[in-house]
Structure formats: C-alpha cells, structure tokens
C-alpha cells in the first residue's frame, strides 16, 4: 500500500509526541512491506509566528493533498490570558476541520487493565468499560455567529444546528454501533434547547433505519453522572460540538490521563488523527509528555483511514505489551510504580517501537 500522511506537529509537546507516531508509522510500513510517504506543515502558535496565519496556506494544500493527517496538539499560555486576541491557535484547528469536512469526531476510551488503579474511579467501577464517541464537529456554538457590546456588558453565541448535520453524523454513528455492542446513546438537552429538540427529533427518524440497534435518548447532565457512575453502561455514545467537548474530556478520567487517549476527526474525505490532549506548555521539552496517546492515534489512522486493521493492532498490542512490562510515563504512575519503571517520552515510545520491531 502507498500512501501520503501529512504531519501536523503544532504547539508544545505536540511536537515530542508526534515524532514516535511518525515513527511507528515508519516501522509498521517496513514491517508489513507498505509505502508511507510523509510531509510536514506548520498549524497553530507556531504557524502564527512564522507567518500570522494559524493555519497558513500552504499547510491547507498539503492537507487536502495528504491521504491522512497525524496531529500533535495545539494551542499557548499567552493566548489564555489574553481572551480578546484576534488571532488565536484554535481558529487553525477549527478551520482545517471546516474546510476538510471532517463534520465527526471519534473517541474510543478503551481501558487497558494495567492501568485501572491509574484513575481516580475505582477499578471495579471502570472494569470492563469501552466507549466510543461521536462528536459532531461543524456545527453548535463553536461555529455560530458572535457578539460582544464593546462596553462589554452583553456577549452572545449562537448555537445552532443544520439538519443534514445531525444526519451524516448519526448514521455513522449507527454504522459502528452496529459492528459493537448494538447499544447507541443520544446525548442532549431537548427539555431545554430547540438545537437539541432538533437532534433528537432526526436522530430518532435515523434510528427506525437501525432497528438492530438499541436507542437511548439521554439529558447532557445525566449522561455527565452515568459516565462517572457507571462507565460500563455505555457503548456508542452520540452527541454535539459542546456536550461532546464536555464529555470526552471527562472521559479521559476514566482512562487515567489525557495522555493515553487518541482521537479522529473524519468526514468523507482525508482523516485527521491526534491525541486528545493539549499543548502543555508546562512540561514541553522535559521529556515528560506521554506518547503513547499519538502512538494509538497512529493505530486509528491505520484502522480508519487505509483499513488496515491487521497493522493497528499491532500497534496497540504492543503499547498493551509496555504497559503490562510495567513501564509508565509520570502521568500514568502510581504510589507502587518503580522509579527504574518511570519512563520518558522518548524512552517510552522507544519501548513501544522495540516491542513493534
């Protein structure tokens, strides 16, 4: 197989951890006897200093031109304290979603059992628990138009849905809930918002397609309490732009750390794939960031993208090896973690590699 994969490394410790989802894409395609070839582009703070742009030009072209995108993580401490920038890293992100279509946004928060005393849940409640999310991505708050009284006494978002949104989003969701446990959750606030009252009403004609699939319609506060309650209850879970921002991240408590979830952003085009972290600024360039989240989005990219499920699992196969060898990066240890077993980004992904090799 040959292919085009873009690399989007982006802001802070983006950078570190994309270099071993490259890296293992690399091995995977010497391994199996493919032809990936990789490009690189600038997106976000680093983008905006190179050119005032958080998503230059440049880096659309190749994007569109690319098979497939790995992605590190955007965004930077200055921008957080100053709200009233005009340009700002995320405008990339939204953008390359816009113009890509990429209008669904998958989570799987898979537990490996290694790493159940990781959360603050306790592990006979996360037992057991595989999740996958859908995310609408185009539409919501995020996209609707906005307003601020420049006396700053009013600032408005509005939020809003299109039908044909809610559809293609839903049968995809359908789709993998089909090929899962049967089982697909609805996420909204339809006692109170019309947009929601809108999803449900589609998501409940789209359903009538799926009769083999069980259909639960769940309030957005609600399902924030199941998921923390009882994780194990959920399979496919659909939901919009906000709730699902909210959700996933929450979510990622459920594995332990950010640091261990990949993510895809998909539409019927070229795939974006990344960790579902952020920049951290904080630790980037200590060699202290968590790759294994950018390794496992580079098995969803395989999976995905080019079907190659055979190759994808042995990308995760081999992070699951790691873990059960007892290495862990600081984010993921515990009290009875060895220190010999506390484990850079590098060392980990270089453990990671080996066990790939």
Known sequence: MKKNILIIPGDGIGQEVTTWGKQVLEAIAEKFGHEFEFDEALMGHVAIEATGNPLPDETLAKAKASDAILFGAIGHAKYDNDPSAKVRPEQGLLKIRKELGLYANLRPILLFDELLDASSLKPEILKGTDILFFRELTGDVYFGEKYRKEDNSFASDLMNYNRYEVERIAHKAYEAARTRGKKLCSVDKANVLETSR???????????????????????????????????????????????????????????????????????????????????????????????ASILSAALLLDISFGLQEEAKVVTDAVDQALKAGWRTIDIANANTASDKILGTNEMGAEVLKLIK
Do not use: C
């Open 198 to 292: 809108l999803w449900r009403d589609v998501v409940q004609e789209i359903a009538k397609q799926y009769p083999d699939v069980e259909t639960e319609h769940m309030f957005i506060d609600n399902a924030a309490m199941q998921l923390v309650k009882n994780p194990k209850k959920f399979d496919v879970v659909l939901t919009a732009n906000l709730f699902g921002d909210i959700l996933t991240d929450e979510a990622s408590q459920i594995a332990g750390s950010m640091g261990m979830l990949a993510s895809a952003s998909i539409g019927d085009g070229t795939g974006f794939f990344e960790p579902i972290h952020g920049s951290a600024h904080d630790i980037a360039g200590q060699n202290k960031a968590n790759p294994l």
